[in-house]
């Protein structure tokens, strides 16, 4: 195994992350909820007005993880970074790139000025709650969540 590196996303990696996603949809159980187009995806990243950016975990020339955050403004907190989505793939898990990916996103949110980080994860991901539990995270069981679709 080459070094890994943890890098800012480029728009040509976009197929490869929209595959991973696939990868984590499927792992949650919820192939069928991943509608988005490549195009849509790409759109979203890089377009004229950008939502999301995201750093890849890097093996040689293969995207093997990646981390995919936005900012969000709390009334109470002001800015907060958001982790949408993390994943390794499979074949590389338990190697501390999840890790990697995490203290880099850290890194970012405070280097930004951040005032914190939030994510959801579901209660019967045991793997990623432990790796949570690792940062001294705080999990909020009050909080629902809610969403309409179009």
Same mark, same amino acid.
């Given at each position: 195994?080459?070094?890994?590196?943890?890098?800012?996303?480029?728009?040509?990696?976009?197929?490869?992350?929209?595959?991973?996603?696939?990868?984590?949809?499927?792992?949650?159980?919820?192939?069928?909820?991943?509608?988005?187009?490549?195009?849509?995806?790409?759109?979203?990243?890089?377009?004229?007005?950008?939502?999301?950016?995201?750093?890849?975990?890097?093996?040689?020339?293969?995207?093997?993880?990646?981390?995919?955050?936005?900012?969000?403004?709390?009334?109470? =907190? &002001?800015?907060?970074?958001? /982790?949408? !989505?993390? #994943?390794?793939? $499979?074949?590389?898990?338990? =190697? &501390?790139?999840?890790?990697? /990916?995490? !203290?880099? #996103?850290?890194? $970012?949110?405070?280097?930004?000025?951040?005032?914190?980080?939030?994510?959801?994860?579901?209660?019967?991901? $045991?793997?990623?709650?432990?790796?949570?539990?690792?940062?001294?995270?705080?999990?909020?069981?009050?909080?629902?969540?809610?969403?309409?679709?179009?």
């Amino acid at each position: 195994m080459t070094p890994i590196t943890i890098r800012n996303v480029r728009i040509e990696d976009c197929p490869r992350l929209l595959e991973l996603i696939r990868e984590l949809a499927e792992y949650e159980k919820a192939a069928h909820e991943v509608t988005v187009t490549l195009e849509q995806f790409t759109d979203a990243g890089f377009g004229k007005s950008p939502v999301w950016k995201a750093f890849a975990a890097v093996d040689g020339n293969l995207i093997i993880g990646f981390a995919l955050y936005y900012i969000r403004y709390s009334t109470w =907190k &002001g800015c907060r970074m958001y /982790l949408e !989505d993390l #994943l390794v793939t $499979e074949s590389y898990r338990g =190697k &501390g790139i999840g890790k990697m /990916l995490f !203290d880099k #996103l850290l890194e $970012e949110a405070r280097a930004q000025n951040y005032n914190g980080m939030v994510w959801q994860v579901l209660e019967w991901n $045991e793997p990623a709650i432990n790796f949570y539990k690792k940062y001294d995270a705080s999990f909020d069981p009050e909080w629902w969540n809610a969403s309409i679709s179009f």
